[in-house]
């Protein structure tokens, strides 16, 4: 079965950057779809951003200008360079991808983004 494993979280100070990483473990498979969501203690989980196989990319409002997606289609690997850190991005953030013809949604495990103030 196809795994998603994160990798790049931490504790950064405000403004400070990080870079999360998501590999699928069986790198054959493409996704049409892929990309990061994020919850808060308390709060629900939210789209971060997402990206198509095509390279067309979608941000939600509180990210954008901040943080950028990217994706290496034959490592089957989704990145997200986060810049300008601010302690309300602290959540887990979790990997996303989806197979469409298939109906296919896979999650990973999630890495944890602390930003101190």
């Known amino acids: 079965q196809v795994q998603l494993v994160e990798s790049g979280g931490g504790l950064v100070q405000a403004g400070g950057a990080l870079r999360l990483s998501c590999a699928a473990s069986r790198s054959f498979v493409r996704f049409n779809v892929m990309g990061w969501y994020r919850q808060a203690p308390g709060k629900q989980r939210e789209l971060v951003a997402t990206?198509?196989?095509?390279?067309?990319?979608n941000y939600a409002d509180s990210v954008k200008g901040r943080f950028t997606i990217s994706r290496d289609n034959a490592k089957n690997t989704v990145y997200l360079q986060m810049n300008s850190l601010k302690p309300e991005d602290t959540a887990v953030y979790y990997c996303?991808?989806?197979?469409?013809?298939?109906?296919?949604?896979?999650w990973g495990q999630g890495t944890q983004v602390t930003v101190s103030s």
């Open positions: 990206i198509t196989s095509g390279g067309s990319s």
């Open positions: 996303n991808a989806k197979i469409m013809v298939v109906a296919a949604d896979y």
